[in-house]
């Protein structure tokens, strides 16, 4: 362990996680999602960067910390992390020190990847590095939707995204703090919305099969088509998980609808995938009824570009020389960093501490995994740069 972390830096960051995971930061409380924004401007007063703050109905605010003088022909590296939570104050466990965990609602999903973040940024200005930012997303939790068009100005600017997401769980029972498991390859996902009407009738009185137009019919017809576009081989899944509709059992059901998810690891997948649900909404499985398709969610996938590569090998590098062993490898869910990549961006993701519990109540990190992962960051930073 470096130098960096005396134990006046551990009681700072002890405290920053006190104060950030006793506010509950739910995405829709707005409100307390700018309070965990206004904890990490404290911790940062006194630093010579601009800070950027931008405001939208309904969302808390989102923080940009960034260098003030520009060094030209040096990288341009984001730290990135979001301040919102999934889990609601009427569920949510106050900050708690139970051995070597730190305990408290959200704080694996990510205020402890954003303690990381925000201590290696103020070391790292500290020390001088150029063109380097700090990003508190306020709303990643339900995409990113509100800020989409500003964060797309700032990844165009940025070389490299740091995403402080917990790190990642390693694979054969290797220790966490022995080995980190690097998230550089993440899949898209396409969410979409089919809306089925067809007409009432008695379910008695229909006596011609043309004249029973059941939605519900039609969708359970399209759904198995929809479902067959799948494809294991390549990565590519479908999920159907909500269906809804029809009135009773006796009534032909007027409207049915569906909520299908679609995950994809290469963007070729995504416009297949597409092109064949827009063709079976626009089929008629039984005359008469209509299908209103609507692709109401989308991230692109993260694939691995030649900046990621450099990023890992850098990464690696430095762990290698902490002692840890590395690999890196694809996370399921989709995040900011599958944004950043399709702006061309070398993006590294799950460098914050090992945890557990992400959208659940009870969630910890562990103490050696935060304090090591902080004197990774900076040394990889520093890496990056040199
Ligand atoms: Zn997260």
Redesign the pocket.
């Known amino acids: 362990m470096s130098l960096l972390l005396d134990e006046s830096l551990k009681k700072d960051m002890l405290a920053f996680l006190e104060r950030t995971v006793n506010i509950n930061s739910a995405t829709k409380d707005a409100q307390s999602v700018t309070k965990v924004g206004e904890v990490v401007k404290d911790v940062l007063s006194g630093l010579d960067v601009k800070l950027t703050v931008k405001s939208r109905k309904g969302y808390g605010k989102l923080f940009l910390f960034e260098s003030k003088q520009v060094k030209k022909g040096a990288p341009k590296t984001l730290l990135c992390g ?1 301040t919102d939570i999934v889990i609601t104050k009427d569920l949510s466990r106050p900050f708690t020190i139970k051995g070597d965990r730190l305990y408290g609602t959200g704080i694996s ?2 205020k402890g ?1 954003l303690a990381v973040a925000t201590f290696a940024y103020k070391k790292l200005v500290e020390e001088g590095i150029p063109n380097i930012g700090l990003l508190l997303v306020p709303d ?2 339900v995409s990113s939707v509100g800020y989409a068009s500003f964060l797309e100005t700032v990844y165009s600017r940025y070389d490299y995204g740091l995403v402080f ?2 790190a990642d769980k390693n694979e054969n029972g290797k220790s966490t703090t022995k080995h980190f498991h690097l998230i550089n390859r993440r899949k898209g996902v396409a969410r979409y919305l089919l809306d089925v009407a067809g007409e009432y009738g008695h379910s008695g009185t229909v006596d011609k099969k043309k004249d029973r137009k059941s939605a519900i019919h039609e969708l359970v017809l399209m759904l198995n088509d929809v479902m067959a576009l799948e494809d294991y081989s390549k990565g590519t899944t479908i999920n159907v998980g909500v269906v809804g509709g029809g009135v009773s059992a006796n009534t032909i059901a007027p409207s049915a609808r569906a909520q299908v998810d679609v995950r994809f690891t290469a963007n070729s997948e995504d416009e297949r995938v597409d092109k064949e649900i827009r063709k079976i909404a626009k089929k008629n499985y039984i005359n008469g009824s209509k299908t209103v398709l609507d692709r109401d969610g989308y991230r692109p996938p993260m694939e691995l570009n030649d900046k990621s590569k450099k990023l890992f090998d850098i990464a690696a590098s430095v762990a290698e020389g902490m002692g840890v062993s590395v690999s890196s490898g694809r996370r399921s869910g989709a ?1 900011d960093a599958n944004v950043m990549v399709r702006f061309g961006m070398g993006v590294l993701d799950g460098l914050g501490p090992y945890g557990e519990g ?1 959208h659940d109540p009870v969630s910890y990190i562990t103490t050696a995994s935060l304090w090591q992962r902080l004197d990774f960051a900076v040394r990889f930073v520093e890496q990056i740069y040199s």
């Open positions: 979001h999903d990510m990847g990643e939790e997401e917990k995040s992400d």
